[in-house]
């Protein structure tokens, strides 16, 4: 379907509906983000095929700082002065580097953590860490911090910039599967997962747990030693590029080298005007994306017929009849009846991945709707849940082990995501 066509039906399927200016698309122009601007103490390092450079370009970084009570109030002030030390190597602003800190112990300490929106200079970065109070907690609740950071701070990261997290921790989370289920998702996020550990009572496992590799695993005796991994450290924040005898590769568009068909399901009665406003901007944010330029087509699976098109006058002459067909109008099944078209699209081409993305919201037929659900995964169609109202915890959980449930706050977040995982930026 051509873009502006595409478009144009979604927009009168939003029944007008005036969108909020907190949904409104403040995409960055990452292009114009300068790129020699330099701070930094180390030389760049030759790695065969490749050369480690150690400039300053943008970044996300996030700390992720352990204030369990095995760590003692010395360790922890020593621990913050050495996230400090590494924040005055960086450029901070927010077109270059940008920080964000997630404080844990029994569970997350949102006062003693920030997100990368809340701080624009180096001064006002460390001045906070400077602060962050010593809760001493009960716990070591690493899973949640990282699930934390994931969801909380790193959906405001900029889509076209590294995507680092760092946990400082001296012990094992209580958790160690959920720790390492949460460390999991966010590698898979394009989070760049990096684990220090601090004394010989946090295991190897821990560690390589958070960090997937053990390349980015550092470990140190006693806080006072966390100077001694600070340049090792700084070179998994740099970017590496080839050498110039190496030639650059020409990389194809995403829709080219894995062309998918998306269909984007939404029952418009349950989702009332707000709700198909939200689902409506998702898709034309998902259309604006670079990656959908080209290979991509998309479609919309929006009514079940006959039901939709109404009926004329002297369609029933019974009052029963009548009111059957009413009923149907707000049937909860309805967005389960679309998710059952899924597989059988004649629209397809031949190659090209089956995408699904259902809104949810309103009243729907659980059952029904995860039956069509597994139905459509076993079909090969690879699915996506796009959250636009309050949707239960319990059905989340149950769809996202047919599928990818969409956890951005709003549409052009969870439209962002969608390209993402479409389009992986190492693909």
């Not at 601007?37 to 030759?46: F, G």
């Not at 800190?101 to 920030?114: D, K, L, N």
């Not at 010593?134 to 900029?158: F, L, P």
Request: hydrophobic fraction near 40%; charge should be neutral; proline fraction near 4%.
């Amino acid at each position: 379907m051509d873009k502006f066509v595409f478009l144009f039906l979604t927009t009168v399927l939003a029944f007008s509906t005036v969108l909020s200016s907190e949904l409104t698309d403040l995409q960055d122009d990452l292009d114009s983000l300068p790129h020699v601007r330099v701070r930094r103490t180390i030389t760049d390092k030759d790695l065969g095929g490749f050369i480690k450079i150690c400039k300053q370009n943008p970044v996300d970084l996030a700390f992720v700082i352990d204030a369990s009570s095995s760590i003692w109030r010395r360790n922890f002030t020593i621990g913050l002065k050495f996230v400090q030390s590494m924040v005055r190597m960086y450029d901070i602003s927010p077109d270059m580097v940008r920080i964000a800190v997630t404080t844990f112990g029994a569970g997350v300490y949102q006062r003693a953590s920030f997100s990368f929106s809340r701080f624009d200079t180096q001064e006002d970065v460390s001045d906070f860490i400077g602060s962050i109070y010593y809760y001493a907690g009960s716990r070591t609740d690493t899973g949640d911090a990282i699930e934390h950071m994931r969801k909380k701070q790193m959906v405001e990261a900029r889509k076209k910039v590294p995507h680092i997290a760092i946990v400082l921790t001296d012990g094992n989370s209580q958790r160690k599967y959920h720790t390492r289920d949460m460390a999991k998702r966010a590698r898979e996020s394009n989070i760049t997962m990096i684990a220090i550990g601090v004394g010989y009572y946090v295991k190897d496992e821990e560690l390589m747990n958070i960090a997937g590799n053990k390349t980015r695993v550092f470990r140190v005796d006693n806080y006072e030693q966390l100077e001694t991994i600070k340049e090792g450290l700084t070179y998994q924040t740099c970017y590496k590029k080839p050498k110039p005898t190496t030639p650059a590769p020409n990389a194809e568009p995403c829709g080219v080298k894995r062309p998918s068909d998306i269909m984007f399901v939404m029952d418009q009665v349950a989702l009332g005007q707000n709700g198909v406003g939200w689902a409506t901007q998702f898709m034309s944010h998902t259309v604006d994306q670079e990656e959908m330029a080209k290979g991509m087509k998309m479609g919309l699976l929006s009514g079940v017929c006959p039901f939709d098109s109404g009926f004329p006058l002297r369609k029933f002459s019974a009052a029963v009849s009548l009111k059957e067909t009413l009923h149907e109008f707000g049937s909860p099944k309805r967005l389960s009846q679309l998710v059952a078209q899924l597989p059988a699209s004649e629209d397809y081409r031949k190659g090209a991945r089956k995408v699904g993305v259902i809104f949810l919201g309103g009243k729907m037929d659980t059952k029904a709707l995860l039956d069509e659900v597994e139905e459509a995964a076993a079909s090969k169609v690879k699915l996506f849940f796009a959250n636009t109202g309050v949707v239960s915890q319990d059905l989340l959980d149950q769809l996202s082990l047919k599928g990818t449930v969409l956890e951005g706050h709003g549409s052009r977040q969870q439209a962002v995501e969608l390209t993402s995982s479409l389009c992986p930026s190492d693909d």
